[in-house]
């Protein structure tokens, strides 16, 4: 892989020779590398397997959230546009750090700033990546229309697809949709989301900076965010306190954040299979 790390390291501006390189978790889509040269340290994102416009539609989140000055994003130094069969690869700035004692109380309060980032409508311009799964977006008036639209009628067609979509789940899935009104109000606004908040795309850089990374942007209901951290951990009490004092939950919100889980446990169950069959259900029980 070195010769083409190297390259896409010329192509980011850094023509010295690379020192040192070494594999590095990073989820599990891609192969990841911390690499350090002459110049400077990176982190190397590459996979032969996504779409053209994977990195790049990344590359868009980062800058989008970026933007707000709210919570630290790595720089995208290069990325490219992979023809088919060839090697995809993204070039990061590599933000080495730890935590300390505060990092969760900061990350609780920039999410909230980037939460109190509001656009004009619900969704995005293009479309994205929701892990390996492409997410369609477009603009909506209607955050209603735009979650049962673009995000939970999408995984079902994903699940028909691939098998995971029998009929009682779909017809259950259907009159689900149906009923969305009921439980999602209507007075909402459209908070720029990082869109797949879990633990692992949550890091510390330099002097315990709260870091996000891999994000599936969109603009929706803050809860949408909120919902998926309290799915797989990763996130302290610290961090819901401080998050809180500037979003204080609604009372309804424990019963919606299953409403939002769902398009996750959809996303999972499309993504690695059967094994998140069971948890998909248990929300239809608990709404149909």
Known sequence: ???????????????????????????????????????????????????????????????????????????????????????????????????????????????????????????????????????????????????????????????????????????KMESLMERLNQWIPSNIRPSLLHGDLWGGNFMAGPEGEPVLIDPAVLYGHHEFDMAFTEMFGGFSQDFFDHYYEVFPPEAEYQERKHLYQLFYLLVHLNTFGGMYAQSVDRVLDRFV
């Open 1 to 171: 892989m070195e010769p083409i790390i190297e390259e896409a390291l010329h192509c980011s501006g850094d023509e010295s020779a690379i020192q040192s390189s070494r594999a590095v978790s990073g989820g599990c889509i891609n192969q990841t590398y911390y690499v350090k040269t002459k110049a400077g340290e990176y982190f190397v994102k590459l996979n032969a397997d996504v779409p053209q416009d994977f990195f790049r539609r990344e590359a868009e989140g980062l800058e989008l959230i970026r933007e707000t000055n709210t919570v630290m994003v790595p720089n995208v130094l290069y990325y490219n546009e992979p023809a088919d069969h060839e090697m995809g690869v993204l070039v990061q700035e590599w933000l080495g750090g730890g935590r300390q004692m505060d990092t969760s109380a900061r990350l609780g309060r920039e999410v909230a700033a980037l939460h109190a980032t509001y656009g004009s409508a619900f969704g995005l311009a293009n479309d994205n990546y929701v892990g390996e799964l492409r997410q369609p977006n477009g603009w909506y008036d209607s955050w209603v229309d735009y979650y049962r639209e673009q995000r939970l009628l999408k995984q079902v067609e994903y699940g028909e697809q691939v098998g995971r979509m029998p009929l009682e789940r779909r017809r």
